[in-house]
């Protein structure tokens, strides 16, 4: 069985030099969890998914579930959310390609209270000929927010 876990940009906080007046306090992003398929069969041409929820959605494999930030700057505030459409893991040798997919809805993300819970999930084919060996595929990748002006 196959663990496709994704590592993601963690404890990271994106500065901007532009004045606090206009567009606020520096947005921080806090990795709480990554993205993981689970414990997977890999069975040849069987895409997996993962939601990008609280709940990684029926039929996930044991042990899946999503990557979750903690994201917090200004109430009210919209934000340009920017995350990988694809993004390549590996294992060795071997290579699957993941579609992403996230729970903004959009490219823009509403700061609300100040304080948002972002999840990225999403699916992985295993090739027709299978894999040819079981393991820890990984990568990091990078999730970025700028502020873009106005209220939600």
């Given amino acids: ?3 496709v876990p994704w590592k993601a940009l963690a404890g990271a906080a994106l500065l901007f030099l532009w004045p606090a007046a206009l567009y606020g ?4 992003i806090t990795k709480i969890q990554e993205l993981n398929f689970g414990f997977c069969d890999a069975t040849p041409s069987l ?4 939601l990008p929820a609280a709940s990684p959605g029926a039929g ?3 042990g899946a579930g999503a990557a979750r930030f903690d994201i917090t ?28 997919t996230d729970s903004a809805g959009g ?8 304080t948002v819970t972002f999840w ?11 894999l040819t060996s079981n393991g820890l595929f990984t ?3 990078t999730l970025t927010l700028a502020y873009i002006g106005g209220p939600c």
């Fill in 47 to 50: 895409t997996y998914i993962v």
């Fill in 1 to 3: 069985m196959a663990r």
């Fill in 73 to 100: 700057g200004d109430p009210n505030k919209k934000a340009k959310i920017t995350l990988a459409n694809t993004v390549i893991i590996t294992n060795g040798t071997e290579s699957l390609t993941v579609t992403l």
């Fill in 60 to 62: 996930a494999c044991q």
């Fill in 120 to 130: 990225a999930g999403g699916s992985v084919t295993i090739p027709a000929g299978g």
């Fill in 25 to 28: 306090a520096p947005i921080t």
């Fill in 139 to 141: 990568i990091s990748t």
């Fill in 107 to 114: 490219p823009h993300l509403c700061l609300g209270t100040g």
